[in-house]
């Protein structure tokens, strides 16, 4: 049977409210249709821009039922929702991605066993969860590792990198013995990523494979179309294609690759949603990765995922208020740099208040755009006399 289209005019839930969801949004209404947010918070990101804001937990089944009577299906924005919940409202609306994905992603043990498990290339781990198993762990693997909490980690949260043994343990002992995962430390030449989106129909489309630098383990800025040798692009996709499948995905998937200095591809995770290295592709391609979500999960064909120039994104981490507002006007002095705010009231250090995207003919121009961009924002605000 056929999936009916979701059109216009439609309702589409949000499970999670935060900048994901705001832009999704901003999709959403330009495009006509009706969309409502669901999360613990109030006056969020999403809620800002959405036609209501439901607030309350995500464990709370009658608030999720009375949420699911209001739209016409469900997807989500943030990865870590208790998925035991959704089932009291599965078979009620389509929820896409399937929760089982989601479920899978929230783990990074679930994930990379998942992956490791059909036959994908994986960086190498090892699970611990009690001091035997690190000790045991450690003993196998080669220094430096990387140290992850298995579930509840984003931005770089959970995780360590460590030199020895006794590193290890301190830094276990400061998860509070939480399960956790050993990863080897991969020497990487470059890190990117390939999003994709498919929709019930099976029709599958992914963006050009956009490269990804990180600082203190959190997305710093990203660059499409990626320097990427071409055979490894065509690695990727054939790997994004295939995964999409293989999950029976409808949304959009971003998958985080390494490309190690020997030249091999691996999966480092993935993320069941838009992407933050995917935010680019509001200014940069003919639909962005929101719009390809909103079409995915309504059951509509995908857009086109070509990009109009080359680009870069910086992000905007709340370090950025540590001496107070950010010299706004420098930066809008930059004619060809695009400004997004995700309206969060609070800036704390290392929380993404909002990002920059500029294009430009290459994407080492489109590089150093972003980069004095965002040192602009760091000039002393101009004195009002
Ligand atoms: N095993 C590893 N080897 C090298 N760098 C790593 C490794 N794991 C994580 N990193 C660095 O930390 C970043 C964030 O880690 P990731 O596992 O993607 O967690 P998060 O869920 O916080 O994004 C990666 O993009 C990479 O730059
Ligand atoms: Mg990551």
């Known amino acids: 049977m056929k999936p009916t289209p979701i059109l216009p005019g439609s309702a589409i839930g949000v499970l999670g409210s935060g900048q994901l969801g705001r832009m999704l949004a901003m999709v959403a209404k330009r495009m006509g249709y009706k969309i409502y947010t669901y999360s613990p918070d109030e006056n969020t990101p999403a809620g800002q821009i959405c036609d209501q804001e439901f607030t309350a937990a ?44 989601l479920y899978i992603a929230q783990n990074r043990l679930r994930e990379k066993t998942f992956l490791a498990g059909k036959g994908f290339p994986v960086v190498p781990f090892y699970p611990v969860s009690s001091r035997s198993d690190l000790t045991q762990g450690l003993a196998q693997c080669d220094y430096p590792l990387v140290l992850k909490t298995a579930g509840f980690g984003y ?24 399960p956790v995962i050993l990863e080897r430390f991969i020497d990487f030449q470059l890190e990117f990523s390939v999003i994709a989106a498919r929709n019930p129909q099976g029709e599958i489309v992914h963006y050009a494979p ?32 295939e995964l999409m499948e293989t999950l029976n995905m409808v949304g959009v998937l971003c998958i985080e690759f390494f490309l190690t200095t020997d030249g091999r591809l691996l999966i480092n995770e993935l993320a069941p949603r838009p992407h933050n290295s995917g935010h680019l592709t509001i200014e940069a391609a003919i639909t962005s990765q929101f719009e390809q979500q909103l079409r995915a999960i309504c059951g509509l064909p995908l857009g086109a ?48 208040m909002g990002h920059l995207t500029t294009l430009s003919d290459d994407v080492e121009t489109a590089f150093k755009t972003i980069q004095e961009a965002r040192s602009a924002l760091k000039a002393p605000a101009t004195c009002k006399s």
């Not at 039922?65 to 997807?75: L, S």
């Not at 078979?91 to 991605?97: A, C, F, S, T």
């Not at 931005?155 to 939480?178: N, P, R, T």
């Not at 507002?325 to 400004?339: D, S, T, Y």
Request: hydrophobic share 40%; glycine share 8%; aromatic share 8%.
């Open 305 to 352: 995922c070509n990009f109009r120039q080359p680009a870069a994104m910086a992000n905007l981490l709340g370090d950025l208020w540590e001496h107070g507002e950010p010299a706004w006007e420098k930066l809008l002095a930059f004619p060809e740099v695009k400004l997004h705010l995700y309206g969060k009231a609070q800036a704390r250090a290392g929380r993404k």
């Open 210 to 241: 956009i490269e990804n630098i990180h600082q203190h383990h959190i997305l710093d800025i990203s660059l499409a179309p990626g320097r990427i040798p071409l055979e490894i692009a065509q690695q990727a996709s054939k790997i994004a294609q």
């Open 155 to 178: 931005d770089g949260k959970g995780q360590a990198k460590v030199g020895s043994a006794q590193e290890a343990e301190i830094a276990f002992e400061a998860l509070d013995g939480k």
């Open 58 to 101: 995500y464990e709370d089944t009658n608030a999720l039922q009375g949420f699911a009577r209001q739209v016409d299906v469900i997807t989500f924005e943030f990865e870590n929702i208790p998925t035991t919940p959704l089932k009291a409202i599965q078979g009620r609306v389509p929820i896409y991605p399937n929760p089982e994905i």
